[in-house]
């Protein structure tokens, strides 16, 4: 295993070493990230080294899903380091354009996902899905994979990602990777560099919380009980904001009607720890009989 991987910064590149892979019948996997690599990154990795003869990574911090207040300029960048974390978890290729390959002078498309990306994370972040959908179809396209990885972490973004691919006809596999934690349960997240340790020790509360709930909610619990009672336990934790609560459908991601939970779920947060934004959610059964 060598400790260096080749690195494409242009589209001509990238689409030089697929077509070489391809012209041996080779399979291609694709995880597309903003870098600052952690452990539920390199899963993406590994998992698509499970079903794929190559796997190719991107970073690239797209300016056009912050907005103006949001963190872009002291987002993490470590492109040595993540080269480096990417060949030991055995990535074949880092794609790694600059902003005028991705964003050239004059570029005026967008592409918008409705109705899964609206409620949410759409509502406390309405530039986001537009952003993510707009460089994700373009990523797509520029490398073609066979199939892309994407963390279960932002759950909601997987499921903008399958409904814009299903509906642009993109030949390409979506592959939902679960969510990376932390020994004490805290969610992997290239943000999580923020939290000072008081922060950390707080942050750490929102796993055991949420498993606490999927315990009772599929026991039967009522779910606007339970969701009441998450966003109590998360102020006393110590969290300073809490952005939203909810449960949703776990494929359709529509609210859930009845009291109890009767179908595949999922139980959702986003949070803020000091200033700091977090996500996290996890699967909830129908409720056992
Ligand atoms: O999840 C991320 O890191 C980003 O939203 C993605 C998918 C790489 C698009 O910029």
């Not at 070493?17 to 600052?36: C, E, I, S």
């Not at 978890?89 to 991705?102: H, K, N, S, T």
């Not at 990523?139 to 997987?158: N, R, S, T």
Request: with cysteine.
């Amino acid at each position: 295993m060598t400790d260096t991987l080749p690195i494409a910064r242009s589209v001509r590149e990238l689409r030089t070493y697929v077509a070489r892979w391809r012209n041996q019948n080779l399979t291609v996997g694709f995880a597309p990230t903003m870098g600052a690599l952690h452990d539920g990154h390199l899963d993406l990795i590994r998992a698509l080294k499970g079903r794929c003869d190559r796997t190719i990574a991107s970073i690239f911090v797209n300016p056009k899903q912050f907005a103006a207040h949001e963190d872009l300029d002291r987002y993490p960048r470590d492109e040595a380091g993540d080269a480096a974390k990417l060949a030991s978890a055995g990535c074949d290729l880092l794609y790694a354009p600059p902003r005028e390959v991705m964003y050239p002078d004059g570029h005026s498309t967008s592409v918008s996902v409705a109705g899964v990306s609206e409620p949410l994370e759409g509502e406390a972040r309405p530039h986001f899905f537009g952003g993510v959908a707009t460089v994700v179809t373009k990523l797509l396209l520029q490398c073609l994979p066979d199939v892309a990885a994407f963390g279960e972490k932002d759950y909601q973004q997987l499921l903008v990602v399958k409904r814009m691919v299903r509906d642009l006809d993109m030949p390409v596999e979506i592959m939902g990777v679960p969510t990376t934690r932390e020994a004490d349960g805290l969610a992997m997240s290239s943000r999580n560099a923020y939290l000072s340790p008081e922060e950390r020790i707080v942050a750490a509360r929102l796993n055991v919380i949420l498993r606490e709930a999927v315990e009772q909610l599929e026991s039967g619990a009522n779910i606007m009980t339970t969701l009441v009672k998450i966003e109590r336990q998360i102020f006393k934790a110590g969290f300073s904001e809490i952005d939203y609560v909810a449960i949703r459908g776990e494929d359709d991601f529509l609210p859930i009607a009845s009291p109890i939970v009767r179908r595949p779920a999922r139980l959702l947060v986003a949070v803020r720890a000091g200033e700091t934004r977090l996500i996290d959610n996890m699967a909830v059964g129908a409720m056992r009989p």
